[in-house]
């Protein structure tokens, strides 16, 4: 079933991985996308590939952590297809190396600016189109929103943000039509882990995941878009997710031992 036959998707984060394989699988449904990322030419490639699949789609380069951005983004949305059915907020960055390590504290404003207020602009400005088509807003989260991680803590106290944001959204849209969908991503092969920001403040350059050992990216965006097409409430794409968001319950320092194995493992 093509669910999301003619609807009118923003996708931020569209020129990699998670936001990438998720553009690809719309398009596959003949989607109406816009894409939004940085890197104008990942999205102009990005684009020819939606439409060979038949889709419509269009690239708007965007700096989510720019609000004039965010509302250019949703005011190019709309100009075009005269409407928006849903919002992806899957813009994001992260990094690698421990609270004391750090060179400098600057990486806690970017990433929050990228991560969370990101988020927060362009749900700004697509709501009011969302109301009217009753559509749903994704927040691609991640598992580090709903525990402490050890080497993240920038990341993880910008996804916890996110998801605290998204949750309270929900409750006030309650009744509007508006569904609000978070996702929370254990780790994915991605190049943001190429780019993460290591403790001198630089791209590591290489990715420090055992990624033949990681979800693909493919394989999560179809349980996004499962979840997309039941409007779901909280999403986690693995069991060691599912199983620690229980265990933090019952067995907190049991789950903090997970997070740190995990973390020394990379996977």
């Known amino acids: 079933m093509q669910q999301y036959r003619d609807r009118v998707v923003i996708v931020t984060g569209a ?7 998720l553009a690809l699988t719309l398009a596959a449904q003949g989607a109406k996308l816009v894409l939004a990322a940085r890197n104008a030419a990942r999205l ?3 684009v020819d590939r939606c439409r060979a699949s038949g889709a419509d789609a269009c690239a708007v380069p965007t700096d989510v952590s720019d609000e004039d951005a965010c509302r250019r983004l949703v005011e190019t949305a709309v100009a075009r297809y005269g409407r928006v059915d849903a919002l992806v907020n899957d813009a994001g960055r992260t990094m690698w190396a421990r609270f004391d390590a750090l060179a400098s504290l600057d990486i806690f404003e970017e990433l929050m600016r990228v991560n969370f207020l990101g988020a927060v602009y362009c749900t700004r400005y697509a709501l009011p189109f969302l109301r009217e088509t ?3 807003i994704i927040a691609i989260a ?3 929103g709903t525990t402490g991680v050890p080497e993240r803590t920038a990341y993880a106290a910008s996804k916890h943000a996110m998801i605290g944001f998204f949750d309270s ?3 006030e849209l309650a009744g509007t039509g508006v569904d609000v969908t978070v996702v929370a991503p254990d780790f994915v092969v991605s190049e943001i882990h190429r780019r ?3 403790p ?3 791209p590591l350059g290489v990715t420090p995941m055992q990624e033949a050992r990681i979800m693909r ?3 999560c965006a179809q349980i996004i878009l499962r979840a997309m097409q039941r409007r779901e409430r909280l999403v986690f794409t693995t069991l060691r997710a599912k199983t620690g968001r229980w265990m933090k319950l019952i067995a907190p320092a049991l789950v903090d031992r997970m997070a740190a194995d995990a973390i020394a493992k990379r996977r």
């Open 15 to 21: 020129s990699e991985g998670i936001g990438r394989a």
């Open 44 to 46: 102009d490639d990005l």
């Open 134 to 136: 009753r559509g749903q």
């Open 142 to 144: 991640s598992v580090a």
């Open 169 to 171: 959204l929900r409750i």
């Open 196 to 198: 993460a920001i290591g």
């Open 200 to 202: 001198d403040g630089a």
């Open 217 to 219: 990216a493919e394989d």
